[in-house]
């Protein structure tokens, strides 16, 4: 489909263990953003790519945290050491381009997530 | 602190009635404002939107209210159909960043036969 894809839906890793989340924005689309959405919550900004450049990271909740988008195009959020406090749903969403001072918003489309659960 | 506020957690509405969902904010630099639809095991799916320098933008059935003032926004959905049950999440975003979205904790609508 011509959608944000994720993978995997479902992921369940053991405490310690490192896990990879992959995202595949729309084809074309500039900006790329990770959110993370924990039970009960709305989902919140962890990092920001534009094309590859990785321009904000503020959310980041630790340093296990790493993102990636080194052609531009699929992001990869990886996460070391995974504790219980991980276990959410990780949603990727993807915009033509970004915002900025004097542009127009551009609509983010949201992928259907990875739920992550570490035991 | 939340800067976006939902604080109904849920709301249960007839078809064929009108919805209101409800949604503070508290940061001033916010510009931008968004109703996004969730399904379970499904992400947000954009619906609506409203830029500050108006205070109704209507879509069909759905209507976003803005006042300003009162930091405060309003989804009118009617009439309301059982397909519009959901969770509802309100975002904003500020004009200067990356369009970063800032949610609620969302409101989950029941709407009945």
């Known amino acids: 489909g011509a959608g944000v894809s994720q993978s995997p839906r479902y992921k369940v890793a053991k405490r310690g263990q490192d896990v990879a989340l992959r995202c595949d924005p729309i084809?074309?689309?500039?900006?790329l953003f990770w959110y993370q959405q924990a039970l009960g919550q709305g989902p919140e900004f962890l990092t920001y790519f534009q094309n590859e450049a990785q321009l904000d990271k503020s959310g980041l909740p630790s340093d296990r945290f790493f993102a990636e988008r080194p052609e531009g195009s699929v992001s990869t959020l990886k996460i070391q050491r995974t504790q219980q406090e991980d276990s959410a749903v990780y949603l990727c969403?993807?915009?033509?381009?970004?915002?900025?001072?004097?542009?127009?918003?551009?609509?983010?489309?949201f992928g259907p997530g990875t739920r992550l659960t570490v035991l | 602190d939340q800067q976006v506020k939902q604080n109904s957690p849920s709301l249960s509405v007839q078809e064929g009635r009108i919805s209101i969902l409800n949604c503070d904010y508290t940061n001033s630099m916010f510009d931008y404002f968004l109703w996004y639809k969730k399904y379970p095991a499904e992400g947000p799916t954009f619906l609506i939107s409203i830029s500050s320098i108006k205070d109704k933008n209507e879509d069909g059935r759905f209507t976003v209210f803005l006042n300003k003032s009162a930091k405060h926004l309003s989804l009118h959905i009617v009439p309301s159909q059982p397909g519009d049950s959901a969770v509802y999440f309100c975002?904003?975003?500020?004009?200067?960043?990356?369009?970063?979205?800032?949610f609620g904790k969302g409101t989950m609508l029941l709407v009945s036969p």
């Open positions: 084809s074309g689309h500039v900006s």
């Open positions: 975002a904003a975003s500020e004009r200067s960043g990356y369009s970063t979205l800032t």
């Open positions: 969403a993807s915009s033509f381009l970004g915002g900025g001072a004097g542009l127009s918003y551009n609509e983010q489309f």
